[in-house]
């Protein structure tokens, strides 16, 4: 069984930056942040390869939330800037792994986020 673990969220000023981290128990193959803000859909935020070398990012955080990871540590982050009250919310991190048959998806519990104009 694979277990997510986020960190990081807290309460910022508009403008401001956070780093959320996501640590797994391995084996990942793809990892992705996610986020739900209160009577919205999850959506997804950004999305990163098993290597590091391709990432993906929704239109509204691009050029201002950056995903990286660390294969060794086996950790992923998302380091946000420019934040806006519009980002409030919940941020998970989503792992998906190949299960032998299918690729399987594990999520982490969440990491709250609130951005204060």
């Known amino acids: 069984q694979v277990q997510l673990v986020e960190s990081g969220g807290g309460l910022v000023q508009a403008g401001g930056s956070l780093r959320l981290s996501c640590a797994s128990s391995?084996?990942?193959?793809?990892m992705s942040w996610y986020r739900q803000a209160p009577g919205k859909q999850r959506e997804l935020v950004a999305l990163?390869?098993?290597?590091?070398?391709?990432?993906n990012y929704a239109d509204s955080v691009k050029g201002r939330f950056t995903i990286s990871r660390d294969n060794a540590k086996n950790m992923v982050y998302l380091q946000m800037n420019s934040l806006k009250p519009e980002d409030t919310a919940i941020y998970y991190c989503?792992?998906?792994?190949?299960?032998?048959?299918?690729?399987?998806?594990?999520w982490g519990q969440g990491t709250q986020v609130t951005v204060s104009s």
């Open positions: 989503k792992g998906r792994k190949w299960g032998g048959v299918r690729f399987e998806d594990y």
């Open positions: 391995g084996g990942i193959l793809i």
């Open positions: 990163i390869s098993s290597g590091g070398g391709s990432t």
